[in-house]
């Protein structure tokens, strides 16, 4: 099974009046490939790379099935009553189904409308993307359009609408997707005969749960870069994640102190590699008594900092911002690396890395990852190792907010035609607004009394 991101289309969303961005591996002749795909965002503040993040979180926890209540709050444009979010996914199933699926959703003040479509490969041709599951806000007479697709996927039981009634009515409630909904995906796992599109949804769940990783700069739990220790395990097709705090001790299971010894000794596998005089280590404080009443071992990440041929033990706590960025980045990034199914997706990426380490990540990641990598950077050191076709830039245009570099020629440095354009403009759109220093400088002296 695997799921990837090919496109993102926004309209009256926060910042975004209007825009669409294509991943590189939509520009592919094959977009079920198995090489990596990265795409870095680049701009200045406020021009919508964060609120491209934003997009991808809500998907996530749509998809999930997750409550999305406070992530919604001020998603719409000012002066426009709804905001519109499309995602294509290119989906392929454990039977090597493939296929190219839309996900739509309308946001408004009182309603919230979901469109699910889909196309399908058949002896190498995409047939026509059609509608598969509709749901609109204050349709509670049909509950699903079209009827003959809900008639073939949940049957025409009365009593099956009934409960998709009142499913409906309670995710409305909740505020969380009546399409990805546990109660409608049981419903389609456990009552239809329709072995094309079943598998295809149980697909795009499992994807968002254990295979989207979204890394904000929000106060959410998703958030855990520089505090949590994200080890990742997959056994088959399952993959799980075990979370340890950087800062502090906690107590895990007895099975799961084993694979987490081993997840410390692949990071340092790599760690060693960028940061040579330090690795870090799980140290067993004892066995504990849980709230539960299970036992389990108290353990605590510490940092061996290498040096005048000794080794010291440091909390990791007391380490620079950077080391613990790049240490809860890493079982990420490897697994990002190593699994085509991955798909990760980090807010300012370039914050307290060293723009060398950066540029030579994001190289390795494009040459010889496997999986989706999505990031926003103020850096630039990024655009000089980047193929063209995986940066994208801001534009001061809300109603055209995403645009690709163009007359790129062979040996360009996108760096310097990046900053060429921001001067002299050349591009079609003004990537950023004019940037006066003397007018700065003259400001600054005006107001020098006032503080």
Not at 284 to 297: D, K, Q, V
Request: charged letters at 20%; a neutral charge.
């Amino acid at each position: 099974m695997r799921v990837r991101i090919q496109s993102v289309t926004f309209k009256y969303f926060k910042n975004i009046s209007s825009g669409k961005i294509l991943f590189p591996c939509n520009l592919d002749s094959d977009i079920f490939s198995l090489k990596s795909d990265v795409l870095g965002i680049y701009g200045p503040n406020s021009s919508g790379k964060s609120t491209f993040i934003d997009a991808l979180k809500i998907l996530k926890y749509l998809l999930s099935g997750v409550p999305v209540k406070e992530y919604l709050r001020n998603c719409i444009t000012i002066g426009h009553d709804e905001a519109e979010l499309s995602f294509e996914l290119s989906v392929e199933n454990d039977h090597r189904n493939k296929f190219r699926t839309i996900y739509a959703v309308q946001i408004g003040l009182d309603h919230f409308n979901e469109t699910v479509k889909v196309s399908t490969l058949q002896n190498n041709v995409w047939g026509r993307m059609n509608p598969v599951m509709v749901n609109r806000s204050t349709d509670y007479k049909t509950v699903i359009t079209p009827t003959r697709r809900r008639n073939d996927l949940f049957g025409k039981s009365s009593q099956i609408l009934d409960e998709l009634r009142s499913t409906k009515r309670l995710c409305a409630s909740e505020h969380r997707s009546f399409l990805f909904s546990d109660e409608v995906l049981t419903l389609i796992q456990t009552k239809s005969d329709n072995t094309l599109w079943c598998p295809m949804f149980a697909a795009i769940r499992h994807f968002a749960e254990t295979s989207l990783f979204v890394i904000d700069n929000q106060n959410t739990h998703l958030n855990s870069v520089g505090t949590m220790l994200p080890l990742i395990f997959q056994t088959g097709n399952s993959i799980r994640q075990l979370e340890l705090p950087l800062n502090r001790p906690t107590v895990i299971q007895d099975k799961e102190y084993v694979l987490a010894e081993q997840a410390v000794a692949a990071i340092n596998t790599v760690l060693c590699k960028m940061v040579p005089a330090v690795k870090i280590a799980l140290v067993s404080l004892g066995t504990e008594h849980t709230e539960n009443r299970n036992t389990g071992i108290r353990v605590q990440l510490i940092a061996l900092k290498s040096g005048n041929n000794e080794t010291i033990p440091l909390p990791l706590k007391y380490e620079s911002a950077g080391i613990k960025k790049i240490i809860s980045l890493l079982p990420l990034l490897i697994c990002t690396y190593n699994n085509p199914g991955i798909t990760l997706a980090i807010d300012e990426l370039d914050s307290n890395i060293y723009e060398h380490l950066l540029g030579e990540l994001l190289r390795i990641m494009q040459d010889s990852g496997q999986g989706q990598l999505i990031f926003t950077s103020h850096n630039l050191r990024p655009l000089e190792v980047l193929d063209p076709s995986s940066a994208i830039f801001t534009t001061t245009d809300p109603q055209k907010r995403y645009i690709r570099p163009f007359n790129i020629k062979s040996g360009d440095n996108l760096r310097l035609h990046y900053f060429r354009d921001i001067t002299l403009g050349g591009d079609s759109e003004e990537l950023c607004q004019e940037i006066s220093s003397i007018e700065i400088a003259h400001a600054m002296r005006k107001v020098d009394c006032c503080v």
